[in-house]
């Protein structure tokens, strides 16, 4: 396994799942439900909660590279502790062993891994997937971020909505949202975005959305915001870096690489738009024309 060490839990159990018993498989899809929470309880309630054995858990612990149980867990605390640190926490943290090289390179290389390590933990047949959902005339799409992602779903949007009809961006403030909810329709798709210091309200209206038949995507961090419990697609990027805040550059990488394959799959669509787009920036002069 490529550089296990540097991997959540829940990517290793991505990355082993097809290797995985069915007794194991039913183990880690309790976990992920709700993690991390799901596995800091003794051996025996972790599996009673699975409906596994104990022997199990233990087994499954040793083949995603642990030791053991006791050493799963303890990464599971550690990893608990840093999906709740602010940003003077994770500032703290980085700067203690801050090496000495410039800034530029220490976050270049922390970006350059992050982007490796979420390649390698990026299923293409869930990438697929989410593409054909999105490219689906049939599906309106909502699109929403929280109190720092909401620029990631407003970027969505923005070319979403030029290659499509049907598109929607919520607004930031949650009070509103249930007049949202109130126009989705069974199969219709919510597009969220939630990273660490997970939003309440981002959870809340995932699981009213489901609720109602719709298709929930999620773009969240390596541990996984609590609100993909309800989604049908997650796409997990990594975001630390050495700074007090969390990195959206791989998501960004993410999320613009779902906007190139919903071209490719609606492109007839999406020029004509495109073109008629156009003549309505030379109609209103829009942009400046240097020749």
């Known amino acids: 396994m490529d550089n296990a060490e540097n991997l959540t839990v829940a990517e290793r159990i991505r990355q082993q799942f097809e290797d995985l018993t069915r007794a194991e498989r039913q183990l880690a899809n309790c976990m992920l439900e709700d993690y991390p929470v799901s596995g800091l309880g003794s051996i025996t309630a972790v599996a009673e909660s699975s409906g596994v054995s104990t022997p199990t858990v233990a087994r499954m612990a040793r083949k995603l590279g642990f030791g053991g149980f006791p050493q799963m ?5 550690c990893e608990l502790k840093a999906t709740i640190s602010n940003p003077i926490n994770k500032h703290d943290l980085w700067a203690e062993n801050a090496p000495g090289t410039h800034i530029l390179n220490r ?17 293409p047949v869930d990438f697929n997937a989410v593409a054909q959902l999105l490219s689906d005339p049939k599906r309106d799409i909502y699109a929403v971020g929280g109190r720092i992602t909401r620029s990631m779903a407003d970027h969505f949007f923005t070319h979403m909505q030029v290659m499509r009809s049907g598109v929607t961006l919520m607004a930031p403030n949650s009070n509103t949202w249930a007049h949202y909810v109130l126009n989705m329709k069974e199969g219709d798709v919510l597009v969220a975005f939630d990273i660490r210091r997970y939003e309440h309200d981002i959870l809340r209206l995932a699981e009213v959305a489901k609720s109602r038949g719709v298709t929930f995507v999620l773009f969240t961090d390596q541990w ?3 609100a993909g419990k309800f989604a ?12 007090a ?7 960004l990488f993410l999320v613009e690489a779902v906007i190139a394959a919903v071209q490719n799959e609606t492109w007839d669509e999406t020029k004509d738009r495109m073109k008629i787009l156009e003549e309505l920036f ?10």
Not at 107 to 123: H, P, W
């Open 282 to 291: 030379d109609q209103t002069k829009m942009f400046k024309k240097f020749i």
């Open 245 to 251: 805040w969390d990195s959206l550059v791989v998501t």
């Open 107 to 123: 976050f270049a290389e922390a970006v350059m891994e992050n982007m490796r390590q979420t390649l390698r933990q990026i299923n």
């Open 232 to 243: 049908t697609h997650s796409l997990n990027s990594r975001i630390e870096v050495p700074s």
């Open 224 to 226: 996984g915001s609590p």
């Open 73 to 77: 867990q303890a990464q599971l605390h």
